[in-house]
């Protein structure tokens, strides 16, 4: 029989809770989200007089956990729309509705006691064959099977989301001992397929796999950090984006986090696995001890290494720990010449040999540190589990590591490696050296396009599983490459579709990329079927390449910038009117010029996690790559008879003149980013590449014809020129907006009317085309504008002049 999950249930609504919730709704899933009855009214209820028997009152809690988690930054949901697709209830009037559930997830307090009356609860009411899980951290699945009936224990499992659901990726199923095979099968799949996650099967051991590696590597980290006199901004700059951790790196990390969680983890695993040979590591040290009697937890508390004070003047500082003093201090910039050396070194994982060859305090850093994680990494095998890559992917999917342990050891070369833990005074797990002995040298090959991994107890190298629903760009670059410049990669995806992969810096697109680009559409023309737009960098693309487009400004090469920019047009244009389907599929950061490639594609394949917008005004001008064109095309192609034309031309306007950005590609389709019925968002970015080349075979085969260039665009002339003109002339007497503002406003309410039209018009694509880069140049001859340019360049960030 076919599993199919419609509905679930969550019991219990805290932060987790709430979290999981959301993201079922998410996906489309019926939730229905239950807590405990409050045991007294609260001073609120007591004024409305109401008792404990009002259905207000006794979902008071579930009501007020979901909300708060609702109004929380980031979002734990892509659309605040879909919080209807969530129940609530408590455990009292409304548990009975677990029957209608296709699977029951646990997430209480983590107390075996409540956990087990939980569930002595939910087995009344649970119908046979349903999905049972818990999502502990901690307490071992086998304890929580204690006492329950043979279908539950045949459908129960732990399933540890990582908190925040929505963006931390990593799904750990931990068996219990009479969980059913088919019961895995569908867990593993529905987490990787549905809900977009790294799902990693686990063995029932103290914290499992993702906090076992996670908190050691903290712990350790804690630990060296006195040893080595370090300040906490010198392991943040150490272990952030140098080695492709999270800016928030490890201090802001677990202020984030809050240090009581990561306390409450490491205290059980102390208890937990006496037989570590690193167990002295997770006893706490001083510092910890202190903070925690202070309740110094981070951003929970106000203040945890890190803590924000205002000053006299009313400026903002954020001020740092002193491990040595527990005293706050401004804070110091840390410098390393090591870390310099890998300033060009743009592959992170080609930055680890430099590092661990550095002859100052971070070369000594990185030695100690690397070397304790090989070591314990290796012999955690098969304790936690029997496949390293199941290690390496659950640090990535649950802690943001760009790389894990095994493939920063392969970067290094596994020989360099144990030799450098020899001389730090760790020592691998014998398995290594016998892989060395068998003449394998490294943890990973590619062969054939796909990874395999050295698995120990077979002692050769596998294929790691599930990669047939994934194309993955390291794999097939070189075997696969059919172009190549400075900013592009085209690769052969088969089928006849090509893909075009930016590697820019940032992957900001420029004349490279979009040189790369007309090839890849003279070939597919030629030779292929159709053209998918997509690339596995942190970012799709940060928009154009605006320090070449600075120094034309400055030089006052104005002829050439004309030429640029009507190049970066008709490349946006002949995406739009290639004889071939062509397919963007942007994810993470898609502003400006990529946001106008994807909106010029005949179909858009968005990660979930999609942040789009045309962000030009931040920088002085208009989107000048065709973006205002469309925005003003989508608009007019939503006017209706009998409408008020001019408020949907209003709020396209305003989009580009707020530079609104999604914060999820299910946002974009109110932005007229994204359209419904023609373009689709996948939850889950590793299969993105597949499903966008899936999908352009299918127009392809489906009868593509090229298609015929717009001149049908209502335009509304003066009527909308005029409207603009005083909303702009009010926001500036408002002081909501400076002059330049305004002036970059009045430009764009130019080319979005059409121009200065006696009366409602039909016009050309190219007739927008030409007013918007018109306007485009202007703005880059105004001294604001190339001061904001500057700035941009400059410190990564808008300046408001």
């Given at each position: 029989?076919?599993?199919?999950?419609?509905?679930?249930?969550?019991?219990?609504?805290?932060?987790?809770?709430?979290?999981?919730?959301?993201?079922f709704?998410?996906?489309?899933?019926?939730?229905?989200?239950?807590?405990?009855i409050?045991?007294?009214?609260?001073?609120?209820?007591?004024?409305?007089?109401?008792?404990?028997?009002?259905?207000?009152?006794?979902?008071?809690?579930?009501?007020?956990?979901?909300?708060?988690?609702?109004k929380?930054?980031?979002?734990?949901?892509?659309?605040?729309?879909?919080?209807?697709r969530?129940?609530?209830?408590?455990?009292?009037?409304d548990?009975?509705?677990?029957?209608?559930?296709?699977?029951i997830?646990e997430?209480?307090v983590?107390?075996?006691?409540?956990?087990?009356?939980?569930?002595?609860?939910?087995?009344?009411?649970?119908?046979?064959?349903?999905?049972?899980?818990?999502n502990?951290?901690?307490?071992?699945?086998?304890?929580?099977?204690?006492?329950?009936?043979?279908?539950?224990?045949?459908?129960?499992?732990?399933?540890?989301?990582?908190?925040?659901?929505?963006?931390?990726?990593?799904?750990?199923?931990?068996?219990?001992?009479?969980?059913?095979?088919?019961?895995?099968?569908?867990?593993n799949?529905?987490?990787?397929?549905?809900?977009?996650?790294?799902?990693?099967v686990?063995?029932?051991?103290?914290?499992?796999?993702g906090?076992?590696v996670?908190?050691?590597?903290?712990?350790?980290?804690?630990?060296?950090v006195?040893?080595?006199?370090?300040?906490?901004e010198?392991?943040?700059?150490?272990?952030?984006?140098?080695?492709g951790?999270?800016?928030?790196?490890?201090?802001?990390?677990?202020?984030v986090?809050?240090?009581?969680?990561?306390?409450?983890?490491?205290?059980?695993?102390?208890?937990?696995?006496?037989?570590?040979e690193?167990?002295?590591?997770?006893?706490?040290?001083?510092?910890?001890?202190?903070?925690?009697?202070?309740?110094?937890?981070?951003?929970?508390?106000?203040?945890?290494?890190?803590?924000?004070?205002?000053?006299?003047?009313?400026?903002?500082?954020?001020?740092s720990?002193?491990l040595?003093?527990?005293?706050?201090?401004?804070?110091?910039?840390?410098?390393?010449?090591?870390?310099?050396?890998?300033?060009t070194i743009?592959?992170?994982?080609?930055?680890?040999?430099v590092l661990?060859?550095?002859k100052?305090?971070?070369?000594?850093?990185?030695?100690?540190?690397?070397?304790?994680?090989?070591?314990?990494?290796?012999?955690?095998?098969?304790?936690?589990?029997?496949?390293?890559?199941?290690?390496?992917d659950?640090?990535k999917?649950?802690?943001?590591?760009?790389?894990?342990?095994?493939?920063?050891?392969?970067?290094?070369?596994?020989?360099?490696?144990?030799?450098?833990?020899?001389?730090?005074?760790?020592?691998?797990?014998?398995?290594?050296?016998?892989?060395?002995?068998?003449?394998?040298?490294?943890?990973?090959?590619?062969?054939?396009?796909?990874?395999?991994?050295?698995?120990?107890?077979?002692?050769?190298?596998?294929?790691?599983?599930?990669q047939?629903?994934?194309?993955?760009?390291?794999?097939?670059?070189?075997s696969?490459?059919?172009?190549?410049?400075?900013?592009?990669?085209?690769?052969?995806?088969?089928?006849?579709?090509?893909?075009?992969?930016?590697?820019?810096?940032?992957?900001?697109?420029?004349?490279?990329?979009?040189?790369?680009?007309?090839?890849?559409?003279?070939?597919?023309?030629?030779?292929?079927?159709?053209?998918?737009?997509?690339?596995n960098?942190?970012?799709?693309?940060?928009?154009?390449?605006?320090?070449?487009?600075?120094?034309?400004?400055?030089e006052?090469?104005?002829?050439?910038?004309?030429?640029?920019?009507?190049?970066?047009?008709?490349?946006?244009m002949?995406?739009r009117?290639?004889?071939?389907?062509?397919?963007a599929?942007p994810?993470?950061?898609?502003?400006?010029?990529?946001?106008?490639?994807?909106?010029?594609?005949?179909?858009?394949?968005?990660?979930?996690?999609?942040?789009?917008?045309?962000?030009?005004?931040?920088?002085?001008?208009?989107?000048?790559?065709?973006?205002?064109?469309?925005?003003?095309?989508?608009?007019?192609?939503?006017?209706?008879?009998?409408?008020?034309?001019?408020?949907?031309?209003?709020?396209?306007?305003?989009?580009?003149?707020?530079?609104?950005?999604?914060?999820?590609?299910?946002?974009?389709?109110?932005?007229?980013?994204?359209?419904?019925?023609?373009?689709?968002v996948?939850?889950?970015?590793?299969?993105?590449?597949?499903?966008?080349?899936?999908?352009?075979?299918?127009?392809?085969?489906?009868?593509?014809?090229k298609?015929?260039?717009?001149t049908?665009?209502?335009?509304?002339g003066?009527?909308?020129?005029?409207?603009?003109?005083?909303?702009?002339?009010?926001?500036?007497?408002?002081?909501?907006?400076?002059?330049?503002?305004?002036?970059?406003?009045?430009?764009?309410?130019?080319?979005?009317?059409?121009?200065?039209?006696?009366?409602?018009?039909?016009?050309?694509?190219?007739?927008?085309?030409?007013l918007?880069?018109?306007?485009?140049?202007?703005?880059?001859?105004?001294?604001?504008t190339?001061?904001?340019?500057?700035?941009?360049?400059?410190?990564?960030?808008?300046?408001?002049?």
């Open positions: 029989m076919k599993r199919r999950i419609n509905k679930v249930a969550i019991i219990g609504s805290g932060i987790m809770g709430s979290g999981i919730a959301c993201h709704a998410n996906i489309g899933v019926e939730v229905l989200l239950l807590d405990i409050p045991r007294e009214l609260n001073d609120q209820e007591k004024k409305k007089g109401l008792t404990l028997e009002d259905k207000q009152v006794r979902n008071r809690l579930v009501n007020d956990s979901l909300q708060a988690s609702l929380s930054k980031p979002s734990p949901i892509y659309h605040q729309d879909f919080a209807k969530i129940e609530t209830g408590n455990l009292q009037d548990i009975s509705k677990i029957s209608e559930a296709d699977w997830i997430v209480v983590e107390r075996l006691d409540i956990k087990k009356k939980v569930f002595d609860d939910l087995e009344k009411h649970r119908k046979k064959g349903t999905l049972i899980s818990s502990t951290s901690g307490i071992p699945i086998q304890q929580m099977n204690e006492g329950r009936s043979e279908d539950f224990k045949k459908h129960f499992c732990g399933t540890h989301f990582f908190n925040p659901p929505r963006y931390l990726r990593l799904f750990e199923i931990i068996p219990g001992p009479d969980t059913s095979e088919e019961v895995l099968a569908f867990l799949e529905y987490g990787e397929k549905f809900l977009g996650k790294t799902s990693v686990a063995k029932d051991t103290p914290a499992f796999i906090n076992r996670g908190i050691f590597s903290i712990m350790s980290l804690f630990h060296m006195k040893e080595m006199d370090l300040t906490i010198e392991v943040d700059k150490l272990t952030g984006p140098v080695i951790r999270p800016k928030s790196a490890t201090f802001r990390t677990v202020d986090v809050g240090l009581d969680t990561l306390v409450h983890v490491a205290n059980g695993l102390h208890k937990g696995v006496p037989a570590d690193q167990h002295d590591l997770f006893a706490l040290p001083d510092f910890i001890g202190t903070m925690v009697e202070n309740e110094w937890f981070g951003s929970k508390s106000g203040q945890g290494f890190y803590k924000k004070i205002k000053n006299k003047d009313g400026s903002s500082e954020i001020q720990l002193d040595n003093t527990m005293e706050y201090r401004s804070g110091k910039k840390a410098n390393f010449a090591t870390l310099e050396q890998t300033k743009e592959k992170v994982e080609d930055r680890f040999k661990i060859n550095g100052d305090k971070a070369g000594e850093f990185y030695r100690k540190n690397l070397s304790a994680l090989f070591a314990y990494v290796s012999n955690r095998i098969p304790e936690i589990t029997d496949e390293l890559y199941k290690i390496d659950a640090m999917a649950g802690f943001g590591w760009e790389h894990g342990p095994f493939q920063i050891w392969d970067a290094i070369g596994v020989e360099k490696g144990i030799e450098m833990m020899k001389e730090e005074g760790f020592k691998p797990a014998p398995w290594v050296n016998e892989m060395l002995e068998k003449d394998e040298k490294s943890f990973y090959t590619v062969k054939n396009a796909n990874t395999y991994y050295y698995d120990i107890p077979k002692k050769e190298q596998l294929k790691v599983p599930g047939d629903a994934f194309i993955i760009l390291d794999n097939i670059r070189e696969k490459q059919v172009f190549k410049n400075s900013g592009v990669v085209v690769e052969d995806l088969g089928d006849g579709i090509l893909n075009v992969e930016f590697r820019s810096k940032m992957n900001s697109i420029g004349g490279d990329v979009l040189d790369g680009l007309n090839k890849a559409l003279d070939i597919a023309e030629r030779d292929y079927q159709g053209l998918v737009v997509a690339n960098g942190q970012n799709f693309s940060v928009g154009a390449n605006i320090g070449m487009i600075f120094m034309m400004a400055v006052q090469e104005y002829d050439e910038l004309n030429a640029a920019i009507k190049y970066f047009q008709d490349t946006m002949r995406m009117y290639s004889s071939i389907p062509t397919v599929a994810h993470a950061m898609t502003l400006g010029g990529g946001c106008e490639l994807s909106m010029h594609a005949d179909m858009v394949v968005a990660a979930a996690e999609t942040y789009i917008g045309l962000v030009e005004f931040g920088v002085g001008v208009i989107p000048g790559g065709g973006g205002s064109k469309e925005m003003t095309l989508r608009a007019a192609d939503t006017f209706h008879k009998d409408d008020v034309e001019l408020n949907r031309l209003r709020a396209h306007f305003l989009t580009i003149g707020m530079a609104k950005v999604s914060t999820s590609a299910y946002e974009a389709y109110d932005l007229n980013i994204l359209q419904k019925g023609k373009d689709i996948v939850v889950n970015p590793d299969r993105q590449l597949a499903i966008a080349k899936k999908h352009a075979l299918l127009i392809a085969e489906n009868g593509y014809t298609p015929i260039m717009r049908d665009i209502k335009v509304l003066k009527q909308a020129l005029g409207a603009f003109l005083v909303g702009t002339d009010q926001m500036f007497a408002g002081k909501y907006i400076s002059e330049h503002d305004k002036k970059i406003a009045n430009k764009l309410a130019y080319v979005m009317a059409g121009g200065d039209l006696s009366e409602a018009s039909y016009v050309s694509e190219q007739y927008l085309l030409d918007e880069r018109e306007a485009f140049l202007s703005l880059t001859g105004e001294r604001k190339l001061e904001r340019l500057e700035h941009m360049i400059k410190k990564g960030k808008p300046l408001r002049n």
